[in-house]
């Protein structure tokens, strides 16, 4: 099974600021991760897909990047909407699995 | 655009079986899709539960395996999770969702189903 690990488990920034998340795999999963984004009481929101393509919706200010094993998401500056908890997630290998997540907290 | 909406009693007894179904409106449902159920215990992460596919084949985390049962009805647009044996630590928020195009993510997402495993 890959893991995936996420950090930092917790971030304090203010709105503005720009913050990269990183997600680790445990062996290669090529270009195969996937970003969401989840608020309180919500399901999961799919922010980036194939590592670095937006899905549809997304506002520009949220990018990916990585392969192999290393895998950033970053937002360029950080809107007040976008304080949550963030998890990758890798369907290369079987299972699937996701990180334990990155959660976002106002400064 | 299609929607997911989970549904299912919300308390299980311990040694029990939960059932869930999720019912796909908006869209073909019998195409060429994996669907699938994550669970999310209160104030923890993701974890992955199975999928399956509207051929009927499915797969399940092996962690799981042995008490999962995924099912779909393609007369009712709906397909359905059930875990037997359940204890307290299945006590979560069950999500169904798509498998995406190129079998790489799930989008979209069901709003969600609380199980509480509890007597």
């Known amino acids: 099974e890959i893991v995936l690990t996420q950090s930092p488990a917790t971030l304090s920034l203010s709105p503005g600021e720009r913050v990269t998340l990183s997600c680790r795999a445990s062996q290669s999963v090529y270009s195969h991760v996937v970003w969401y984004q989840q608020k309180p009481g919500q399901a999961p929101r799919l922010l980036i897909y194939?590592?670095?393509n937006r899905a549809t919706g997304i506002p520009a200010r949220f990018s990916g990047s990585g392969s192999g094993t290393d895998f950033t998401l970053t937002i360029s500056s950080l809107e007040p909407e976008d304080f949550a908890v963030y998890y990758c997630?890798?369907?290369?290998?079987?299972?699937?699995?996701f990180g334990q997540g990155t959660r976002l907290e106002i400064k | 655009q299609v929607q997911l909406q989970g549904s299912g009693p919300g308390l299980v007894k311990p040694s029990g079986t939960l059932s869930l179904t999720c019912d796909v409106s908006?869209?073909?449902?019998?195409?060429?899709?994996?669907w699938t159920w994550v669970r999310q215990p209160p104030g923890e992460g993701l974890e992955w539960i199975g999928e399956i596919h509207h051929s009927g084949s499915t797969n399940y985390n092996p962690s799981l395996k042995s008490r999962v049962t995924m099912s779909l009805d393609k007369s009712k647009n709906q397909f359905s999770l059930k875990l037997n044996s359940v204890t307290a630590a299945d006590t979560a928020v069950y999500y169904c969702?798509?498998?995406?195009?190129?079998?790489?993510?799930?989008?979209?997402w069901g709003r969600g189903t609380l199980v509480t495993v509890s007597s």
């Open positions: 908006g869209g073909s449902f019998s195409t060429s899709n994996w």
């Open positions: 997630l890798q369907r290369s290998n079987w299972p699937s699995t």
């Open positions: 194939d590592a670095s």
């Open positions: 969702a798509r498998v995406g195009e190129t079998g790489y993510w799930f989008d979209p």
